[in-house]
């Protein structure tokens, strides 16, 4: 099973609300990332957790805040988005880290409209 | 600097015929290599890697992948199209950027199978 599960599908948020999205994997995975991708263009890496820890922070506005309350779940916090950051945001996990080589497997998304 | 480039913006192919979606790649070290499938409002669904061994990669759906390393190239490729192979195709590779491992995507390919 290489299933990774997000909520919710879609969400439409004003610039001051305060929202979250979930992802969820049972694969045992040990790091778990998030990428905002917009349309027809490649995901871009947000951030890494690796052993519920933060390891890496692509530079996110502070608008973006990652939780991992346990190896299984991931969450992002959104406040205070602007329309720019309308777009597909993905989660990803993977047994181990990049530098090994292992495979990163995605959820199907949240697809995220800020007006 | 580390990179991978897809050079074809669209790829067309009739049903039936044998596909190709290009990659080249750009990294210091030996390379990690990915390829991975996006179908419309859908997150990336992974298809085959290449971390050591054989040259020729099997993978899913009856893709595979040909990494060659005095061409740099890891080109994806399929012997027969199907019209469900239709969609967006990414390349990527582990690279070093900001001082630590992460997944490089091509800009993507789309793939066009017409009955």
């Known amino acids: 099973d290489t299933e990774v599960t997000q909520t919710p599908k879609h969400l439409v948020m004003g610039m001051t609300n305060k929202k979250s999205l979930k992802c969820e994997q049972h694969m045992g995975h040990r790091a778990m990332y998030w990428y905002k991708q917009k349309a027809k263009k490649p995901p871009e890496l947000m951030f890494v957790?690796?052993?519920?820890?933060?390891?890496i922070n692509e530079s996110v506005p502070s608008r973006f805040s990652p939780e991992c309350p346990n190896s299984s779940l991931l969450n992002l916090h959104l406040h205070a988005l602007q329309p720019e950051d309308s777009a597909l945001y993905l989660c990803a996990s993977s047994r181990g880290e990049v530098r090994s080589g292992e495979t990163q497997y995605f959820g199907p998304g949240t697809r995220l409209l800020v007006l | 600097a580390q990179s991978v480039a897809q050079p074809e913006d669209q790829v067309n192919v009739a049903e039936g015929n044998p596909l190709t979606v290009k990659c080249t790649y750009s990294v210091s070290g030996n390379p990690y290599l990915f390829w991975y499938v996006q179908y419309p409002n859908r997150g990336l669904q992974f298809l085959l890697k290449?971390?050591?061994?054989?040259?020729l990669v099997k993978g899913s759906y009856g893709f595979e992948a040909e990494f060659n390393k005095s061409q740099t190239s890891f080109h994806l490729k399929k012997p027969s199209a199907l019209v469900s192979d239709s969609a967006l195709y990414f390349c990527a590779v582990r690279g070093l950027s900001g001082g630590y491992n992460k997944l490089i995507f091509g800009a993507g390919t789309r793939l066009a199978v017409h009955p």
């Open positions: 957790y690796s052993y519920e820890k933060l390891s």
């Open positions: 290449y971390i050591t061994g054989d040259n």
